[in-house]
C-alpha cells in the first residue's frame, strides 16, 4: 500500500475543513499531510489544529519533492489564484482537487483540463458538497422511474435576503467581493453546489442559456466601491438538453442580498407530476412534495426523511472523500475532468449572457 499525501494549497478557513476528513481514510494516523501559505498567521492557525502537516509558506518549494501515483493537491485559496496554483500542480505530475469556482472564466477552466490531460492527472472541483442530499435522492429516485413523465421546466428558486459572502458570512474575508479576485459574486460562490446537482439530476448534453440578469442591490453600509462590485441576485432562463434527445427549460434565480422575499424551491415538473423541495441553503426543510393527477383531482404526496446519522459524511467531508474514492476506482460521485469543466461553464456561460446580451452554449465534453 502506498503512502497517501496530501497537500493543501492555501489554510484558510477552507483547508481546514479538507484536514478534518483525513479522518475518514483508511489508516488516516498514516496519511501525510502538508499544507502551504505565505499568510504566516494563517499557516500558524492551521498547525496548532494539525501540528502533524508539514508546513511551507510557499506551494512551489512544497512540491518540489518527486511525485507519487496518487497524491493529491487541494487547491483552498481564492479563485483568482486556482488557475495559476492547479495548473502547477498538474505539471508536478498531482492529482487536483480544486476548490469551486474552478477558475475565473472559462478559457482558465478549458486549459486547465489540457493540462490535466498533458500530464494524465485527473481534475477535480468541490462543487459535490450538496450532493445526495435525501430529497435530491428521492428526486432522483423518481425520476429514474420515470414518474413525472416528459419533463418540461425545472425551477431553481434560492432566494436570501441577507446572505452576502464577505459581508454577512465570513465578514472578514475581503476578497469575496473583489470581482478581479473572486470572478464574481452570489453565482460564483453558491451556483457551483447548485448546477452540480441540477447537472447530476438531469444529466443534460448540452445547454443554451437564452437569457440572464445581474444585480447588486443596494443596503446601508455598502460605500466602499468594492461591495458592489459583485452581483448578489442574479437569473437565467435556459434551455436543458437531456440525453434522450428532449428538451426541458430551467428558471435559475439566486439571491445572496435581495429586497425580494426569501424563497427556496427546487421544482421538477413533468406532463405527469411533479416534485418540489427546498434547496438546503439557508433554509432547513427534510421533505420532498410529489404532486400529480387522481382521477382529475389534485393530489399530493410528502415525504419526509429523518435526520442525517452524525457519522454521514458531512457537506465538507465530501469533496475530498470523494476525490478519494475516484482514484481509488471506487464508486464515487466525485465531479471531475469534463464535467467539472461543463458545470463552471454552464455558470460562466450565466455571466456570459447576461453581460453580452447573447444566448450561449455550452456542450458537455467540447
Ligand atoms: N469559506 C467557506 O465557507 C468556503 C466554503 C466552500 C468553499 N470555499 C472556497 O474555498 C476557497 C478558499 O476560501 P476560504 O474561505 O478558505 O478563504 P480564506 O481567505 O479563508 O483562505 C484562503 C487562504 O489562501 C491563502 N493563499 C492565497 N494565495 C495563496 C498562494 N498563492 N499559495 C498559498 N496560499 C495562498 C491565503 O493566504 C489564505 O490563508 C475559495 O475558492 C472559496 O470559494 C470556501
Known amino acids: 500500500m502506498e503512502t497517501q499525501r496530501i497537500y493543501l494549497i492555501g489554510a484558510g478557513i477552507i483547508a481546514r475543513q479538507h484536514a478534518a476528513t483525513i479522518r475518514r481514510f483508511p489508516r488516516s494516523e498514516q496519511v501525510v499531510l502538508s ?23 510557499d ?30 500542480a498538474l505539471a508536478t505530475g498531482r492529482h487536483v482537487l480544486c476548490e469551486k469556482p474552478l477558475a475565473l472564466d472559462r478559457a482558465q477552466a478549458r486549459q486547465m483540463l489540457a493540462t490535466a490531460r498533458t500530464h494524465g492527472r485527473v481534475l477535480g472541483c468541490c462543487s459535490v458538497r450538496f450532493l445526495h442530499w435525501p430529497p435530491a435522492e428521492a428526486a432522483r429516485r423518481l425520476l429514474q422511474e420515470d ?22 458570512y465570513q465578514p472578514g474575508t475581503a476578497w469575496f467581493l473583489d470581482r478581479t479576485k473572486s470572478g464574481g459574486g452570489t453565482l460564483m460562490d453558491r451556483a457551483p453546489y447548485e448546477f452540480g446537482v441540477l447537472n447530476d439530476l438531469l444529466k443534460p448534453t448540452h445547454i443554451e442559456v ?57 421544482e421538477i415538473t413533468g406532463l405527469k407530476g411533479s416534485i418540489r423541495w427546498i434547496w438546503p441553503h439557508g433554509f432547513i426543510s427534510n421533505t420532498l412534495t410529489h404532486t400529480y393527477d387522481c382521477n382529475g383531482r389534485v393530489e399530493s404526496k410528502t415525504i419526509s426523511f429523518p435526520r442525517p446519522d452524525p457519522e454521514d459524511l458531512r457537506f465538507g467531508e465530501k469533496p475530498l472523500y470523494y476525490f478519494y474514492q475516484y482514484l481509488q476506482h471506487q464508486p464515487s460521485s466525485a465531479i471531475v475532468n469534463e464535467q467539472a469543466l461543463f458545470n463552471f461553464s454552464c455558470i460562466r456561460a450565466i455571466y456570459d449572457c447576461a453581460l453580452s446580451e447573447q444566448p450561449q452554449t455550452v456542450v458537455l465534453g467540447e
Open 35 to 57: 499544507v502551504a501559505d505565505p499568510n504566516k498567521q494563517a499557516l500558524a492557525v492551521f498547525t496548532e489544529q494539525y501540528p502533524h502537516a508539514h508546513a511551507f509558506e
Open 59 to 88: 506551494a512551489q518549494t512544497m512540491l518540489a519533492e518527486p511525485a507519487l501515483e496518487n497524491d493529491i493537491v487541494i487547491v483552498a485559496t481564492p479563485p483568482v489564484t486556482h488557475y495559476e496554483l492547479a495548473s502547477a
Open 147 to 168: 414518474v413525472l413523465g416528459p419533463l418540461y421546466h425545472v425551477r431553481f428558486l434560492c432566494v436570501e435576503q441577507r446572505n452576502r459572502p464577505g459581508i454577512e
Open 210 to 266: 437564452l437569457s440572464a440578469w445581474l444585480a447588486n442591490p443596494i443596503t446601508a453600509g455598502m460605500s466602499p466601491a468594492s461591495e458592489r462590485d459583485v452581483e448578489q441576485h442574479a437569473g437565467a432562463s435556459l434551455r436543458y438538453h437531456l440525453a434522450d434527445g428532449t428538451t426541458c427549460m430551467l428558471t435559475y434565480e439566486r439571491a445572496s442580498g435581495t429586497h425580494s422575499e426569501a424563497q427556496s424551491c427546487v
